[in-house]
DNA sequence: TTGCTTGCTGACCTTTCGGTCATTAAATAT
DNA sequence: ATATTTAATGACCGAAAGGTCAGCAAGCAA
């Protein structure tokens, strides 16, 4: 007799699965990716996907889950270790955690969650509840913190930290649709927060 | 005899067939669209539509190219045609445009652009050479116009209007995937320009 | 009225793909 | 060894949707 045919693995095939998902999602998007693709880069059969998770739906918010979730955990944590003034810390491991996401896997779900948006809404939802409302929370903290502490002014800025994403999502958007023509993202965010900074500084 | 059950009208047919297409596009997205539902708002079947598009594709194409052409130049028109100083061309005029765009038919060709431009290169390219770059030139042209009349400084925004579109791919994007979580887009916008604005300022 | 061209219809074909399930065999317990 | 459990397979199903085509009828010419 050969070789076994497979191996029963219950306790990797999750995360293996989620893994070849993303991968094959980031190539050809979410309703273009057929559940066989995943299967087959998985080195798995389609049956054996469908016991662990419910819906191709379902495989997609675990890709969200496992890819996303922690980066904003990691802002977060950051946030909260940290005994940096208001600007040190904007200056320091803020705008390097936003130089890093244009290149990162991140940015690849929020080219999905943009095109899967209009048709699941409860993604949206999960997405909102998990990444987008945190990040948010996490912005205005700093720069309550900064108001506070007398290093910045009250503004607009405040009730706005989408300014702080905006050149994230350009540099993200620039790169999903003119992937060859470059833009030096790096310099785009940096300049946005050097703005931002001389407009709120007390 | 009753009626006649159809009128043959070959000049009309494909603009509006175009125009139920971009419709129902918004609406749904690309993919989710039914060919049989384009023929259908366009009061008419979905072999007609096959004759004057070879593919779902094709009319995909047609309809960016319809809704992009006619506004390719309002922007650069307003900038020739205007005798203003830069700073009340970019607080008048410009500002004026970027508010207007996220709100408008334009902002759902972007959000199809994000989701099809990794299989559309030749879309891709055209949007690039009618709009994109045209209005980046524009961008920097008003900012250039400044530098000599000594309105700005020299600084990196020159060279990075995209700063300039940052604000409104946000808002875009904003509403395409939180539709219901409000956002005060003209205030962001409005915002950013006023930040660019002390920013540059000689 | 008659005959011809062609815009137009809608039933139909074919393929694709998400999801199911009867069956197999690897691992474990007895 | 044998029985039991369950991870894993892959053939299959049914619905959906892109695309086709034989035929119909509107409009025109004679």
Redesign the pocket.
Known sequence: ?G????????Q??PQEITAAAFAAFAEKGF?????????RRA?????????????????FKAVIRSVVAPRIDELTRTLDRSDLGAEAFIRGPLLAFMQRLPGSRASIVIRLMISEAPRHPDLVDYYWDKVASRGLAALRQVLERGVESGEFRESAVTELPQLFVAPVMMSIVWGTVFAERSLDTDRLIETQVDMILSYIKA
């Open positions: 007799m070789p076994p045919r497979y191996q029963r693995r219950k990797d095939r309703t273009a990716t057929k559940v066989e693709e995943v299967a080195g798995v059969s389609k049956g054996l996907l469908y016991l662990y998770f419910k819906t191709k739906e379902e495989l």
